[in-house]
């Protein structure tokens, strides 16, 4: 088994559209999937000694104060590469099993791309990757070994693999979980229920990790007669309303406030659904607020593949159960009814007593009168205030990413 010092370098690539709305406005491998960002999964499988990341320019000053100030390994943010070594890693990688370093220069590719290569290749840039320029392709010279991590093409596999990459991350719990708490609640496979501190469990709750574990961060608080159902996870500080059911395959981030039914899909931080609903196989942005009732279609009534209609184009998920792509800032009002396969872009506005077309671009205000540009102005002075609430600062990075997204969504969604 090799573990020599590694300087790993971890990119972009040129399919992060792929991922918009969710990856608009972050670097694809920030986005979450069972515990962890796709980034911490990258990191524990090949413990870098030291580290590269390749990101969009724009994203260049968020990934530097975000991301790497909080890592304690040296860093570098879009520098090419120098006259040692290095193992390019796919930041759409997502890794189910332990990563062995082979011992010589290769280049592990599928027909979805390039999942990870040792190479030693002076003066490659971040930019060769973006555009897969001739010195980007010489990378598929190198001797080829069979991957062994999924490349994943787009939100659909995320959700999709949530359930196995949620059972991944807890064989990463260590030890055994905590002694329960007496009360008047239920755990049903009861070594498998990880509580983080200050957890509180109202009466009549119900904790079934028969099918895998379930998992609270800190000072989480799981409502009366709720339902929570592994594989899952809740982090810290988020709420289970009362008689909620969270069924199995479902993350979701912090400061989350659940109500209703939530199955198999992926909430980031700072979003909340807390009324009646259901949310299925479905893949939620931070800041988003879902109204009372607003729900999601995860199955068609002919039972056939769900396709997703960006802009122009349909794309085919593969799958028989999706329900909704839903970007950051979306606001969805009371009522909401998304088809299967929407896609509700950035920074958007439903407010609709009928079914919303299946493609919502962002920076959208759309009611019963038709659909008309959110105001750029409008759209910052409710992102600032969603902030101010949890005590955030909007920077200029904020402002920066925000140009970035007018800019990309031009092109991604047209």
Partial sequence: MYHAPMHVVIFEGS????????????PVFMLSSGMSTLFEKQLRHFKPTRL?????????????????????????????LDDEPATLVSGRTLHLRHFVYPKEPYAAIGEEGVHNALVRMPG??????????DKWMKIHDLPNVEPNARLCQSLSDLISWNDESLIEDSTQLHGKPKPKPAGPFH?????????????????????????GPVVLGDSVKVGANAYVQGPCYVGPFSTIHPMSIVRGGTSIGRFCKVG????????????????????????????????????TSNLKNTYGEVSIKVGSKTIPTGRQFFGSLIGDHVKLAIGTRLMTGSYIGFSSMIATSGFPPTFVPSFSFLTDAG????????????????????????TAADERILEHVQKSVAQIES
């Fill in 15 to 26: 399919r992060w559209p792929s991922f918009a709305p969710l990856a608009l406005n972050r």
């Fill in 52 to 80: 590269t990341l390749w990101v969009r320019p724009e994203l260049a000053e968020s990934v530097r104060t975000r991301v790497l100030s909080k890592l304690n390994i040296p860093c570098a943010l879009n520098e090419p």
């Fill in 124 to 133: 490659l840039t971040y930019l060769d990757g973006l555009n897969r320029t």
């Fill in 187 to 211: 755990f049903i496979n009861e070594d498998d229920v990880w509580l983080g501190d200050k957890v509180q469990l109202m009466p009549g709750c119900v904790l079934d990790a028969s099918e």
């Fill in 260 to 295: 209703g039914e939530i199955q198999n899909s992926i909430m980031l931080g700072h979003s909340n659904k807390g009324h009646f609903g259901f949310l299925g196989h479905s893949y939620v942005g931070k800041w988003v607020n879902f109204g009372a009732g607003a729900s």
């Fill in 371 to 394: 659909r008309e540009p959110y105001r750029i102005d409008k759209a910052v002075k409710v992102m600032k205030a969603a902030y101010s609430r949890r005590d955030l600062e909007w």
